[in-house]
């Protein structure tokens, strides 16, 4: 059984920052691709930044995060992580990280099987 747990979200006033953590567990991922998306109330769940099996050096991040967010994977801890620079209130959100069987990454939401639960994370003005 996959599971992901993510932790690290809060409230943080716009222009703070947060570190997000995602913890896998039930099979190594070291070689599979791993992703945030976000959901805001009302919204469609969107891409937030994936980055591929192995070294994780191949990244994509969406435009709206793009010099703000940073993702990164630690293989011998199986866990992902996402640091998240100069919030804005729009990147309010539940903040979820996915993963799937394929060492390169995808960007939609139908590329990933396996989803964590999600973390709150609220910026205020």
């Known amino acids: 059984q996959v599971q992901l747990v993510e932790s690290g979200g809060g409230l943080v006033q716009a222009g703070g920052s947060l570190r997000l953590s995602c913890s896998a567990s039930g099979r190594t991922f070291s070689n599979y691709a791993m992703a945030w998306f976000r959901q805001a109330p009302g919204k469609e769940r969107e891409f937030v930044a994936a980055g591929n099996g192995g070294s994780g050096r191949s990244t994509s991040y969406s435009d709206s995060v793009k010099g703000r967010f940073t993702i990164s994977r630690d293989n011998a801890k199986n866990t992902v992580s996402l640091e998240m620079n100069n919030l804005q209130p729009e990147d309010t959100a539940v903040y979820y990280c996915?993963?799937?069987?394929?060492?390169?990454?995808?960007?939609?939401?139908?590329?990933?099987?396996?989803w964590g639960q999600g973390t709150q994370v609220t910026v205020s003005s």
């Open positions: 996915a993963t799937d069987r394929n060492i390169w990454y995808g960007t939609g939401v139908a590329a990933y099987r396996h």
